[in-house]
Every structure is written in structure tokens, then in C-alpha cells.
């Protein structure tokens, strides 16, 4: 088993996925990336600063708490919350960002630019950004940014340019092709945080990496609380970085469940969902192969999802591969179903999730109950809600 | 040698001739205005015709090309249609060597091998990806090797010297390099390192360079002229198509600029 937690290949290969897809533009860029990575990574005094900085700036390690009104509410097995959602940011893209900018700062390229979907990603990288005194560019999408309001506004006032993007169905997808243009272009003095366990080598398993802080938390955490390890995890999955992140650590249990959550949106047909693994194909997208929402001409589909950070037409090559050796299995929750749990949440813990780890919870929300009472599970609560509260005003009608 | 490309070169580099590469999108603004421009392309003396194959996420190109793809998907354009438009043409008697430039996606799609076998089929002479570099072609490039089908490989300003000795090492047909680090574009002025990066290269081999990215004007083809064997122009011609849509006379005057940058390319 120690077979799962050693890929990739040298050019990035989780079996027949991943890989560098990309202009030869960045072919070298991306090289010296993943030697400078893999220079950092070995190094005691990298890991010593990335560890302070999770630590005092970010406020690892998150708490993994007992959701007891919920268990209780669902009558079946004891649920834990891993709190990413309390990080600096509101969710764990800070665990990559502050990663990558101590790369960036090593490879000397003080220009940041990155996507974002949900605005999480671009909050925390325009964090980093700040506090290291890098000029930073942030691509969104233009649904995403009225969707996302807030999240726009936070971004700015952490002193970066927030760049709408137009093109195609102006959400996450065209905001990572935005961004990898401005890349291309500036590849000599920018770095590309990109936000997920996606594109191209050494993004995937870089982002892991820096992401598997929480599985390894959540393990230490769990044993110490219940004496044994939990029976599943939950992790909603959009390019797939918290649900790796969480999973990884767990990959050679291989009594622990571990069980992705994707976005079903309105429904399972083309163009109302981006559950890829319900209705993807093998294909290539922004750097890597993967499982991709195209149709029969190799063009890629529209996605939906109530979620800005779920609604992505590739998923994390990673996910792909753990998913043919079914160490990982991948299901769906509906719109409404995420709405619920996002509500159910709030009214019965106090806690309001990311309208993208309320994918997770509702999924918990279906096996829970069929689960025995001395059964534990952990649901990776990746974000917290804040960001979401205008959008689900518009559509939770409260009296 | 039975590769229209190959031939090509080969009879340029007999006359000491410069040639043109002429992009435009496939389909756009329909296939049918593709294979009329493609022939009255050939008639201007365009030496190799690069076919855009559309995809919907073009993440190397600029504003320019980005809405000549979405006007060829929006007319129904698909791979198999741009292999039949090819074949069509070459029924019709055209004989301008065609590469077809695409993002993988598509060719993945219809599977690879597949592709090889109907591209040549049709009378297509290569095939350019964006964004399939050599470490990815590796699976597939002895089905290329088995056909007349020629893998064209990229260079770019940032490829550094040890890695263009690999390319040019497994390139096919002619090098493409990629002379400004950013998207497809016109552009004011040219890239400034043309001639270092072209000579760099052809320290490494004897195949044919054709340099592209930027260059908009007959000016500025001429000026690259002097330092690769050919010159690519592609965004210039395409806004060209977007303006005059689907007026009478499109072809004629397209071919007509088309007709201008060759002359400004043979000198």
C-alpha cells in the first residue's frame, strides 16, 4: 500500500493521469518549480518556517470537534468536524497559498497571481500576498464574482487586482485559462498559486502536500479522542485539494472509508452538474488527464453547481487514480441537498459551512444514520459559510 | 519524402526563398469559407496552411482567436468535419501542405491513433499541439512515425539550449518557434531576441524554422524573414475574417493581404 502515498512519476503521472499539458512556454517554468520543491521539501529549516506560519499566522492545528447535536439529530454514527472552516481565511486554501508563497519567495518572483472560484482561493492568496509584499493579480470569473460579492471586495482590500474574466461561462474554468495566459506571458518574474490539486505536474502532488497537514492532524486527533480510527471521511471534491488533503493520511488504512463528494448540481444530465465521475470521460484540460465533462467532439461541457468552488468540468488526476484502484470512492450531492445541509448545519450546530463543504455534510447527512452508534466519522468542514450568506438569502427564503 | 511539408521546404530552400505560413480558425466563420480560403490561399503562394482546430478552452491564444474559436464551434465545427474539409480539397485538386494546429483535447478524444490513421487519410501533412510537449508525446509518436504525418514540436524563448537539442532531435517537419512569451496576438513591434534564439536552434538542426506569435504586418514578416526559413502570421489573418465576416468579397481580400505577406517573404 505505501505504493498510494508515493505517486507520482517524475513528470507527474498518477498512472495513466496528470502529467504537463501545457504550452512550451511554461515547460521549464513548471520544471524549475518542482526542483525548487523538491530542494525545499528535504530541507529541515522550509518545513520549520512552513510549520510557524500554519501555526502562529494561520492557526493550525484546526480543531476536530465533536459534532454531538448533530449525531444526535441523525441517530446513527458519531460525526466529528475537522474545523478548516476556523482557519485564517475562513478555509484551508491558506495551507497551500502560504506553502507556495515560500516557493515563490525562494525562486525569487515577488508578481502572485492566481485563480479563483469561491474566492477563498484568492482571499488567501491575496493574504500571503500581502504579508510578504508581493504585487498580486487574481482572475475570477464574472458569475463568480457576483456570486461572491464579498469575497471580490476582501480581496481588494487586502491590495490585490481582481481581474473579471468574460469569457466561455465565466466561472472557475476560464479564470484558470486567464490565468495561465498572464502566466505565459510573465512567466520570468510571476509564480502561479494555483489553488488546487489540479494542472499540471508539480501542481497536484505540491498541493497535496502542502493539503495533507490535515489528514495527518485529523489522524493524531481522532486516535486520541475515540482510540481507534474513524469508519469513513467525507470530503466534498472540486479540483480536489481538501478531500486529498484530508484523505492522504488515511490511504494505507484500509478500514477507513474514504469518500469524495462531488457537485450534482440540478442533476446528473450535460451542463447541469460537475459530478465528473457520474458523467465525465478521460480527457485533457488545463495541464493534466483526468476524468473531464466533454462531449463527443473532445469540447469541454458547461458545468453547474450552486457552489462557485465545486463548479469545475476537471478533477484532481490524483482522484482519478485512487478511484480505478477504488481506494477512494466518489458520490454526489444535489443543490438542494447542499442547501439543506448548509441549513441543518447552522440551526443544529451554530456552524455555517462553505456552500462547497456542505456537499460533505449532506452526504454525512444520507450515511450517518445507517451507520452503528459506536461508528465514528469525520466530515472535512473546508470553509465556512460567510462568503455564502448573500447568495443563500437569495434563495432560502427565512421568515 | 511524400510529406507536402517536407517538399515544401525543400523546393523553398532550392529557390533560397523564404516561406509563409498562413493560420486561420477551421470554421470560422464556416467550413465552407475554410476550404475557399485554403485554395485561394494556395493560388497567393502561401507555402503551408495552418488549420486552427477550435476548441472551447483556448488557453494559449488571445482575444483574437479565442472568438474565431467560438464562431467555428458556434457554426458546428468538429474535427471530423475539418478532416473531411481537407479531403474535399484535396479531391478538389489543392495541394497546399495543411497542419493542423489543435489543443490535445480533441485528438485525445477521437483517439489518437485514430486520428493518425484518418488525418492522413485526408491528405493532412502534420499535426501541431499546443499543448502536448515531448514528455507527453512519447506514447503516441510512433504512430506518427509509422504515418506521413509529422509531429511539429514548439520552441520558446524559455526553452532553454539542452532541451531544444531534444526537441529538434524528434522534430518533424519544421520547428515552430514561438517568439514572444505570452498568447497569439498581433502586436505593435517584434519579440527582440529572433535572431540569438533562431540561431540557438539551428545550431541543433537542419530542419526548417518557422517563427510565429505576434507578427502582424509585411513589415514585420519581412524582418523575420532574414532569420528562419519561414514566418507564421495568424492573428493578423484571422481579425481580417472577423471584420469582414460574411461580406462577398472575404476570400478575395484576405487572400489579398495573404498574396502581401508572401511577397514580403520571398523578397
Partial sequence: ??????????????????????????????KELAAEYDRASKEPKFKRDLAC?????????????????????????????????LLHTGAHKINNCLGQILLAQRMGKRRIIAETGAGQHGVATATVAAMFGCECVIYMGEVDMARQALNVYRMRLLGAKVVGVSAGQRTLKEAISEAMRDWTTNVRTTHYILGSALGSHPYPMMVRDFQSCIGREARRQILKKEGKLPAAIIACVGGGSNSIGIFHAFLNDKKVRLIGVEAGGRGIQPGDHAARFAGGSLG????????????ADGQIELTHSVSAGLDYAAVGPEHAWLRDLKRI??????????????????????????????HAVAHAMKLAPKMRKNQVVIVNLSGRGDKDVQQAAGILKLE | MNNRIDQRFAGLRAQGRKGLVAYITA???DLDATKRLAAAFERAGVDVLELGVPFSDPLADGVVNQLAAERALKSGTTLRGILDAVRALRAGGCQIPVVLFTYFNPVHRYGVEKFVRAAEAAGVDGMLALDLPPEE????????ESSTLRLIYLVAPTTPDARIAEIAKRAGGFIYYVSREGVTGMQQSLAGNI?????????????????????????QARAVAAHAEAVVVGSAIVDRIARLGGSADMVGQVAGFAKSLVDAVRG
Fill in chain 2, 195 to 219: 535572431a540569438a534564439m533562431t540561431a540557438k536552434i539551428h545550431r541543433h538542426t537542419r530542419a526548417p524554422i518557422a517563427v510565429g506569435f505576434g507578427i502582424s504586418t509585411p513589415e
Fill in chain 1, 53 to 85: 506560519y500554519l501555526n502562529e499566522y494561520a492557526g493550525r492545528p484546526t480543531r476536530l470537534y465533536f459534532a454531538e447535536r448533530l449525531t444526535r439529530e441523525l441517530g446513527g454514527a458519531r460525526i466529528y468536524l475537522k474545523r478548516e472552516d
Fill in chain 1, 329 to 358: 470512492e466518489y458520490t454526489y450531492a444535489l443543490d438542494d441537498e447542499a442547501l439543506r445541509a448548509f441549513r441543518f448545519l447552522a440551526e443544529k450546530e451554530g456552524i455555517i459551512p462553505a456552500l462547497e463543504s456542505a
Fill in chain 1, 284 to 295: 485533457v484540460l488545463q495541464g493534466t488527464r483526468t476524468f473531464v465533462l466533454q462531449n
Fill in chain 1, 1 to 30: 500500500m505505501q505504493k498510494l502515498q508515493s505517486q507520482p512519476d517524475k513528470q507527474g503521472h498518477f498512472g495513466p493521469y496528470g502529467g504537463m499539458f501545457v504550452p512550451e512556454t511554461l515547460m521549464t517554468a513548471l
Fill in chain 2, 137 to 144: 508525446t512519447t506514447a503516441w509518436e510512433k504512430q506518427f
Fill in chain 2, 27 to 29: 470554421g470560422d466563420p
